[in-house]
C-alpha cells in the first residue's frame, strides 16, 4: 500500500478496520482524546481487543502534533490505547525546469533554462488501536 500525500504542516489520517465487525463502528462509543495512552510496545492493561490501524501523514515535524491527531483518531474510533507506533520519515525533492526569454527591440531574444528545486519532508505515525475488554 503506497501513500503520496505532499503536505505543509497539516495533516491527515486514514482508518482500517482490523475485522468486519469494525467496518461500521457505530457501535463503539466515542472515548477521550486525553485518555488515550501511545505505546510503542507494551500496555498497561492485560486483556484488550485490536479494532483498527491508524495512519497519519504530516508535513509538521512536532511529535505532539503527531501524537494528537492519533489521539484523535483513536478516540473518534473507540479506542482506550494505541500500540506499536512506528514513526517514518519521507524526504522528497521536486525539480521543475523554469524557462525565461527576454529580448531586446531590434529582435534579439535570450532564453535561459533553470530548475527551480524544493524539498518537503512527510511523516507518518502508524499504530494498532486497542481497546479494553
Request: aromatic share 8%.
Amino acid at each position: 500500500m503506497a501513500f503520496f500525500v505532499f503536505l505543509s504542516g497539516c495533516s491527515t489520517a486514514s482508518f482500517v478496520p482490523l475485522s468486519s465487525e469494525f467496518k461500521g463502528m457505530e457501535k463503539l462509543t466515542s472515548t477521550d482524546p486525553q485518555k488515550i495512552g501511545i505505546f510503542k510496545s507494551t500496555i498497561p492493561f492485560k486483556e484488550y481487543q485490536e479494532i483498527g490501524i491508524v495512519i497519519v501523514h504530516s508535513g509538521n515535524s512536532d511529535i505532539n502534533v503527531l501524537f494528537k491527531e492519533m489521539r484523535n483518531q483513536a478516540a473518534k474510533h473507540g479506542a482506550d490505547a494505541v500500540l506499536n507506533y512506528r514513526l517514518t520519515s519521507l524526504t522528497e525533492t521536486h525539480s521543475v525546469p523554469v524557462t525565461s526569454t527576454s529580448c531586446i527591440p531590434s529582435g534579439g531574444c535570450n532564453t535561459i533554462t533553470s530548475a527551480t528545486t524544493s524539498t518537503s519532508i512527510i511523516y507518518t505515525i502508524v499504530g494498532t488501536l486497542v481497546r479494553r475488554k
